[in-house]
């Protein structure tokens, strides 16, 4: 399995994305504030994964006994809640390093530091423990002969292992059904192209890459079983934030009647946000969509929009695949009862 984060001999190591698939280039991080630039310089993306990073960043950064260990950590929270502000498994994670910290605030700071690691630990195994067990959940709705369109990447690179969209798709092929996938670019930073085209060939999944303006093509001609896509936030009502451009696949998928499917954590659902509209959308660097590499591909000076995600309707997604089970419409009674699941702290294996 890919390793995308680990804590390795006090430090935090991770895989730099943004050199797949030409380079395999590991980082090592000793100071959270360079993880937190890895973050927000998208080294590491993907919702779970940015979550796993937090987690590891805030231990990291209380491993040496502070002055003043609340104004410290409070600073160190804020350091990472200020990186990227669409994934909720950031906000989520940080939370709860919190409250380990408000547990543990009075033990002397050797014991302190190793607890909050112990924490950002047991977040990094319980996603990829999440993840195989929602993709056992996602693998029961693919047809036995499939071709899945996915978008961007939702694979074991944005998690901490494994993948949610693509562990969906690992998972049914591991059932032995007879999987083949159809990944789209995702301009313009082209996540599918770089990121879930590599790890389908490390795996050898049989996939075909397409520029995000054939989807409609292929669906139309009926070569589509159905699409599988991660997600960064899920509203209490089902509407999901995801990469820019799921909002036209779900469209089109419904224009054809096929299935789509939204595969994510229970961490990635925001309670608290009663629908998409509330979903904060990031805008990144403008050089993103006006440059591949240093390689300046639109006229200087031109007006650039560059939303990172968009929001999908609840009403365009057939399910949501979570560690505790599938959500069907109705979702805001649904999601509620696989949240109450996870703070109940039900295993995450399918019954």
């Not at 430090?11 to 937190?36: F, G, T």
């Not at 978008?151 to 693509?166: I, K, P, S």
């Amino acid at each position: 399995m890919i390793h995308t984060i680990e804590w390795r001999n006090g430090a935090v190591v991770m895989i730099d994305q943004r050199l797949l698939p030409s380079q395999e280039v590991y980082r090592v991080y000793r100071d959270y504030r360079a993880v937190a630039r890895a973050i927000k310089d998208m080294v590491i993306r993907g919702a779970p994964a940015i979550g796993v990073a937090a987690a590891f960043g805030i231990a990291l950064g209380m491993q040496r006994p502070r002055r003043q260990p609340d104004k410290a950590f409070d600073h160190i929270c804020r350091t990472f809640a200020a990186t990227r502000p669409t994934a909720v498994n950031l906000f989520w994670a940080i939370e709860r390093m919190r409250r380990c910290f408000a547990a543990c605030k009075a033990k002397e700071p050797t014991r302190l530091s190793r607890r909050l690691l112990d924490e950002a630990l047991a977040i990094h195994r319980e996603d990829i423990a999440a993840n195989r067990a929602l993709g056992l959940y996602g693998a029961r709705l693919v047809p036995k002969k499939a071709r899945i369109m996915t978008h961007c990447n939702a694979g074991a690179l944005a998690t901490a292992g494994y993948g949610t969209a693509l562990g969906v798709i690992r998972a049914a092929r591991e059932a032995g059904k007879s999987i083949t996938v159809l990944a789209t670019e995702t301009r313009p930073f082209l996540q599918g192209a770089r990121l879930t085209a590599w790890e389908l060939k490390k795996e050898r999944i049989p996939t075909t890459l397409i520029t995000d303006s054939m989807a409609g093509h292929f669906m139309k001609q009926g070569q589509i079983s159905c699409v599988v896509v991660g997600a960064d936030r899920i509203a209490a009502n089902g509407d999901v934030a995801n990469k820019i451009g799921t909002y036209s696949l779900a469209v089109l998928a419904k224009r054809h009647g096929i299935p789509f499917f939204v595969a994510a954590p229970t961490s990635t659902i925001d309670l608290t946000c009663a629908d998409g509209d509330h979903i904060p959308i990031e805008n990144r660097d403008p050089h993103e969509v006006t440059h591949i590499g240093d390689q300046a591909i639109a006229p200087k000076g031109v007006a650039v929009a560059n939303p990172a995600f968009d929001v999908t309707p609840h009403e365009l997604i057939s399910a949501i695949i979570t560690e505790h089970g599938v959500a069907r419409t109705p979702y805001t009674r649904r999601l509620l009862k696989l949240c109450k699941a996870t703070s109940a702290g039900s295993k995450v294996r399918p019954h």
